[in-house]
Nanobody, 117 residues
Framework: QVQLVESGGGLVQPGGSLRLSCAASGFTFNSYYMSWVRQAPGKGPEWVSAINTGGGNIDYADSVKGRFTISRDNAKNTLYLQMNSLKPEDTALYYC??????????WGQGTQVTVSS
């Protein structure tokens, strides 16, 4: 079955960086768009970024453009999200998702990112 396991979250000060990873298994990773989605406390899910199968087509939410970088290693079945210049409003549970915005069918369990001084 599809498994998506996120890691790399934690507590970081404003302006800091984190790198999230998502280990995928149970499906042909290099055949799917992959995305990162986040959900802040008391809010609905917010799509963050998506990457196509080969990594050459990437989209970002305006709120993270220029600060976050999505990438994938198809040989390792792993999705990444490099997050720089973190802000308190980036605090959320970050999910790895198979598919793109509005068309994803599997999510991981999430990894918590907290940005606070």
């Amino acid at each position: 079955q599809v498994q998506l396991v996120e890691s790399g979250g934690g507590l970081v000060q404003p302006g800091g960086s984190l790198r999230l990873s998502c280990a995928a298994s149970g499906f042909t990773f290099n055949s799917y768009y992959m995305s990162w989605v986040r959900q802040a406390p008391g809010k609905g899910p917010e799509w963050v970024s998506a990457i196509n199968t080969g990594g050459g087509n990437i989209d970002y939410a305006d709120s993270v453009k220029g600060r976050f970088t999505i990438s994938r290693d198809n040989a390792k079945n792993t999705l990444y999200l490099q997050m720089n210049s973190l802000k308190p409003e980036d605090t959320a549970l970050y999910y790895c998702a198979r598919g793109r915005e509005g068309d994803s069918d599997s999510w991981g369990q999430g990894t918590q990112v907290t940005v606070s001084s």
